[in-house]
């Protein structure tokens, strides 16, 4: 069993729909990550999170310490959200990688 | 945005070559990684840096090299390219003033023929 579970892997939506993203993990972490990697390859930061709630615009982040949950909201999803987002936890100083999950969003 | 540059951004080369995949930030961080991304699936350390003269090997065997003699800059080294090096090949840096965030380079697609 990963040790960082995200699910759906492959989710397609509708333009406008409400996405949600959801990442388990079974060890103990000093963070949670979320970051988007483009068809390109590229890879950008979208939060850090210990605690709490984070937004940014459309995109919302939650966790939840004592379930070992958190979850990625997209509000107003718009095609330019497809993408792969992937979840990763800060344990004993490295990183811990979530497989991703390939969103595509319609027009 | 995050200043760090990765270079070649794609390379096709023959079987048995060498080369070095180049990276560099200009947020003068301390720690420095490569990750190896295969296509679809998850990012796997190969190595990283604590800082200048520090290297260490990462959880994914590689039979790559790195080398770490300025802060900025953290090159990737192949000395005999095989097919089964081909993948995306991933640098980040992070500093512990932002929590360990890491910021990402563009990346390398290598394939090697």
């Known amino acids: 069993k990963n040790e960082v579970e995200q699910s759906p892997q492959n989710l397609t939506a509708q333009e406008g729909e409400f996405i949600t993203i959801n990442c388990s993990y079974s060890?103990?972490?000093?963070?949670l990550h979320w970051l988007q990697q483009h068809p390109g390859g590229g890879i950008v930061s979208l939060f850090m999170?210990?605690?709490?709630?984070k937004k940014h615009g459309r995109l919302i982040a939650t966790i939840n310490i004592q379930e070992k949950h958190s979850s990625l909201h997209i509000t107003a999803s718009h095609p330019r959200d497809s993408a792969v987002y992937i979840c990763?936890?800060?344990?004993?100083?490295?990183?811990?990688w979530g497989a991703g999950t390939k969103l595509i969003i319609k027009p | 945005e995050a200043d760090i540059y990765q270079t070649p951004r794609y390379l096709v080369i023959g079987t048995g070559k060498k080369i070095t995949l180049e990276c560099s930030q200009t947020?003068?961080?301390?720690?420095m990684y490569w990750y190896q991304q295969d296509p679809g699936m998850e990012l796997h350390l190969i190595h990283y840096?604590?800082?200048?003269?520090?290297?260490e090997k990462g959880d994914l065997s590689s039979e790559s090299t790195v080398s770490r003699i300025r802060t900025e800059h953290f090159p990737l080294t192949l000395e005999s390219a095989r097919p089964s090096h081909t993948s995306q090949y991933l640098c980040?840096?992070?500093?512990?003033?932002?929590?360990?965030?890491?910021?990402f380079g563009p990346g390398t697609r290598l394939t090697v023929l």
């Open positions: 980040a840096s992070s500093d512990g003033a932002s929590g360990n965030e890491q910021f």
């Open positions: 947020m003068g961080h301390d720690k």
């Open positions: 840096s604590y800082g200048v003269n520090s290297t």
């Open positions: 060890v103990g972490i000093s963070a």
């Open positions: 999170l210990s605690s709490g709630k």
């Open positions: 990763a936890v800060r344990s004993n100083y490295q990183l811990i």
